[in-house]
């Protein structure tokens, strides 16, 4: 593929991405701070997390395509080269979403009440 059109296909795809991510922000902001963060952050973890086309290319792409590629598409190549990796970036993605959502709850619980 040539790179010019290989750079504007992630150019697409990661505008893509924030008009999706855009709109989850909106759909969550009714739901509490400890279901909107972990929500916001593992979408974001999924969508954003590129891994290699294959090991003979060096191109990359979003992981969950290579996942759903390798897995359907592919009768020689297991789900889990991309599907690991995303799968430890969503859990660190969310180990990170709940740290970050008690470090509020604590701060919040250490405010003085003003009366």
């Given amino acids: 593929m040539a790179t010019k059109a290989y750079l504007w296909g992630w150019f697409a795809y990661l505008l893509g991405s924030v008009g999706v991510l855009f709109v989850w922000w909106w759909l969550t902001r009714p739901l509490g701070r400890w279901a909107k963060l ?4 593992v979408l974001a973890a999924l969508l954003l997390t590129p891994w290699s086309v294959s090991p003979q290319h ?6 969950w395509v290579v996942t759903l590629f390798d897995g359907f598409a592919q009768e020689d190549i297991s789900l889990w080269r991309a599907g690991a990796p995303l799968l430890a970036m969503l859990v660190v993605a969310l180990v990170v979403a709940c740290l970050e959502v008690w470090r509020q709850h604590r701060k919040q619980s250490q405010l003085p009440d003003r009366e």
């Fill in 38 to 41: 972990p929500l916001r952050i």
């Fill in 58 to 63: 060096d191109e990359w792409a979003p992981a």
